[in-house]
């Protein structure tokens, strides 16, 4: 069983940034595609951003193309999401989650097996 701890979350203005981490322990987490999700108030989940096990492979949302940054340190067993340019409608509480069967970049949600608690990213106009 895999346990992903966010942390990074917080409040700040528009047009500011943030940077999000996960920590993962329990697995080989190195093996795993990960990626970033988030909700907000009454809506859905929703897929931010995703990396493959080994980091050549990324994918983004359209919203925050240009704008966020998913990376991972695989001897660290950690995640990060850098968010720059941060609007208003950004505001959400993010998870981080892992998939242990897939090997390319997935937005569906079934797809992640373990997810984090979720931090939450405020940011004001």
């Known amino acids: 069983q895999a346990q992903l701890v966010e942390s990074g979350g917080g409040l700040v203005q528009a047009g500011g940034s943030l940077r999000l981490s996960c920590a993962a322990s329990g697995r080989t987490f190195s093996r795993y595609l990960v990626g970033w999700f988030r909700q907000a108030p009454g809506k859905e989940r929703e897929f931010v951003a995703a990396?493959?096990?080994?980091?050549?492979?990324?994918g983004y949302a359209d919203s925050v193309k240009g704008r966020f940054t998913i990376s991972r340190d695989n001897a660290k067993d950690t995640l990060y999401l850098q968010m720059n340019s941060l609007k208003p409608e950004d505001t959400a509480v993010y998870y981080c989650?892992?998939?242990?069967?897939?090997?390319?970049?997935?937005?569906?949600?079934?797809?992640?097996?373990?997810w984090g608690q979720g931090t939450q990213v405020t940011v004001s106009s």
């Open positions: 990396i493959t096990w080994n980091g050549r492979d990324t």
């Open positions: 989650a892992a998939s242990s069967g897939v090997g390319r970049v997935v937005t569906a949600r079934y797809l992640y097996d373990y």
